[in-house]
């Protein structure tokens, strides 16, 4: 029977965890894809890192860059992470000498995955990244093979579960956004340095990879970004009166033959099906033709779903199915224009902490009918104790440029207490 040599470079929190279940698994895998799969090399940054697997003296490199002149390593897998440094190096020099290449690496196939997929098809060995993009949901495999058939004209969804997990853990336990941001580094929802995370980063890389593959277009790096560092209790409070649950989406669409990417907080409806995803759940939404809306969710990070991601990518590989790492070939991938949001048509819920004082509503009220905003609902919370008053709008469909530009004037007013919020709605 055929065999499939791999190294596995990176032994951290998902290198450990898919070097035991491929040992564990070899049978199975072996029988289920006609191939053998072995791990004939390992390699970290310090050897004598005690690890809970049980790696032979023989399967460690000398140096991890070793693995990819190895005439002993057909496969390599990358689990270091970071677009630059040692991932970049390995994955680059692996591909040259026609290694096949299986990553989890978003931030580098967001940034370099145009480049990365040019070699490994004129090598023709597989780049494969699947665990890359929302852990556990196979929504990468499902594009380029379950969903071949469709032009896809938008793809949104959740794509970060600790987002996810602080704005549900807010909504449903009542604690503020630092209590469970705490809370989820010590479950281990959050990274020690969660900035990606919480700044719309992580989404953004995704959320690239799955435009080009979705619209066969290379990467485009234009794309809005907010995270959800300013969300507040209170946002979500006020939320939910109103009938909406805030979540962080993202959202590639395919406008007049031009790409419009985003990635913000949005209030979408209580009763929406994205507004029932909660903790560290991730779900991806596709609209294609013929197929019409297609879901997928479920795990999005951590060891044991992420696994799952690199699996099928290895399997994909056993079986011998070389594939264009982005679904199409190089030669046919389109560089498509950018749409900007700024011209785009948002409802939005904009929130005002202003003094309790006469003349203030109407002073608001008038920059809204300056920027041509017109105004769906308005709510007055006044809070008698602080002398202060929250004043929340949901405009009427209206451009994002006149939407900031409201935020931008009444920030300058002096009766403001805090930064005005603007968070656009989804109606859908
Ligand atoms: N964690 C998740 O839930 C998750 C989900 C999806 C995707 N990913 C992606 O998976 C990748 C790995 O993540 P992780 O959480 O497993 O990271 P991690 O726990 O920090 O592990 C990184 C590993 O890389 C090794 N390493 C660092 N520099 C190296 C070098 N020069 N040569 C060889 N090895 C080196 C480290 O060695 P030492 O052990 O000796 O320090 C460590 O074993 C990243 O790209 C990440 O974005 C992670």
């Not at 023989?58 to 677009?83: F, P």
């Not at 503020?176 to 959050?190: C, P, R, T, W």
């Amino acid at each position: 029977m055929k065999k499939l040599n791999i190294a596995i470079v990176g032994l951290g929190n998902i290198g450990s965890y898919l070097f035991k279940y491929l040992n564990d698994n070899k049978k199975i895998l072996t029988e289920k894809n006609n191939c053998i799969p072995i791990i004939t090399h390992v390699s970290a940054k310090n050897k004598k890192r005690k690890r809970n697997i049980s790696i032979k003296k023989s399967q460690w490199l000398n140096n991890y860059l070793d693995a990819t002149k190895n005439k002993n390593v057909d496969l390599i897998i990358e689990l270091i992470g970071g677009a630059e440094g040692p991932a970049k190096k390995l994955v680059f020099n692996a591909l040259k000498n026609k290694k096949h290449v299986v990553t989890a690496n978003k931030a580098l196939i967001a940034r370099y995955g145009d480049q990365l997929a040019r070699i490994a098809e004129k090598n023709k060995v597989n780049l494969e990244f699947e665990a890359a993009v929302c852990g556990g949901v196979p929504i990468i495999r499902s594009l380029k093979e379950g969903l071949i058939a469709n032009k896809i004209s938008k793809i949104y969804g959740i794509f970060n579960g600790t987002s996810n997990y602080i704005l549900s853990t807010m909504d449903k336990k009542n604690k503020s956004f630092d209590e469970v941001l705490n809370q989820a580094k010590k479950l281990g929802y959050a990274e020690s340095n969660p900035s990606a995370d919480l700044n719309g980063e992580d989404v953004a890389a995704k959320l690239k990879i799955l435009s080009s593959l979705c619209f066969n277009s290379f990467l485009n790096h234009n794309i809005y970004v907010e995270g959800i560092r300013n969300i507040d209790k209170s946002d979500i409070d006020y939320s939910n009166k109103l009938g909406y649950k805030i979540k962080l989406l993202g959202y590639a669409e395919l406008i007049n033959n031009k790409i419009c990417q985003r990635v913000h907080p949005t209030l979408i409806k209580n009763s929406s099906y994205v507004a029932s995803i909660d903790k560290v759940l991730n779900a991806v939404i596709v609209n294609g033709s013929p197929v019409g809306e297609s879901i997928i969710q479920g795990e999005g990070a951590g060891p044991s779903a992420t696994t799952s991601a690199l699996v099928s990518d290895i399997s994909s590989i056993l079986r011998g199915n070389i594939k264009f790492p982005f679904s199409i070939s190089d030669k046919e991938r389109k560089k498509l224009n950018f749409e900007n949001i700024s011209n785009r048509l948002f409802s939005a819920y904009l929130r005002f902490e202003v003094l309790d004082k006469p003349g203030i509503l109407s002073s608001i009220t008038n920059i809204f009918t300056k920027n041509n905003v017109s105004i769906k609902r308005l709510v007055q919370d006044p809070n008698k104790e602080k002398k202060t008053s929250s004043i929340i709008v949901i405009s009427h469909n209206s451009k994002d440029k006149s939407l900031r530009s409201i935020i931008k004037e009444v920030s300058r007013k002096n009766y403001i207490k805090k930064k005005p919020k603007l968070i656009r709605i989804d109606e859908n």
